[in-house]
């Protein structure tokens, strides 16, 4: 089981301003912002529901690229992650849709963050 996760960013700025907006629909935003004097000068942010998990670093820019799926409560969230994550510069990497290769009701949305990460919201229940 996965407790949280970092990815490090070129544009710290930048990738606030892209996952404030995508995050939003499927009920997740920035819980914590590590003051720089307890971060050796890096810039940090959480990001979760009821505790953060997904964390940003402005250091050390994640090589390779990652994908990361979250878990979406119904399509109507995926679609809207997937406008979210295009009005907020994301690129498409794959409109929402079944993909039915995976299960019958795998409902996700694939987009490249500021950093290219495929990043995805996944729905696996039908639709809601």
Not at 21 to 33: N, T
Not at 46 to 55: K, V
Not at 61 to 82: K, R, Y
Not at 100 to 115: E, G, I, M, S, T
Request: net charge negative; hydrophobic share 40%.
């Amino acid at each position: 089981m996965i407790d949280h996760m970092t990815l490090g960013v070129t544009d710290f700025a930048r990738s606030i301003a892209f996952y404030d907006k995508v995050f939003a629909p499927l009920g997740v935003r920035r819980l914590f912002d590590v003051p720089l004097e307890h971060s050796d000068g890096v810039q940090v942010t959480g990001y979760g529901d009821d505790r953060p998990w997904f964390w940003l670093a402005g250091e050390r820019a994640t090589t390779g690229l990652m994908h990361v799926a979250f878990q979406a409560q119904s399509h109507a969230q995926v679609d809207a992650f997937h406008a979210a994550a295009l009005q907020a510069g994301g690129t498409d990497n794959g409109a929402p849709g079944l993909r039915p290769h995976y299960h019958a009701d795998y409902y996700a949305a694939f987009v490249r963050d500021p950093d290219g990460h495929n990043i995805e919201a996944v729905c696996h229940h039908a639709n809601l």
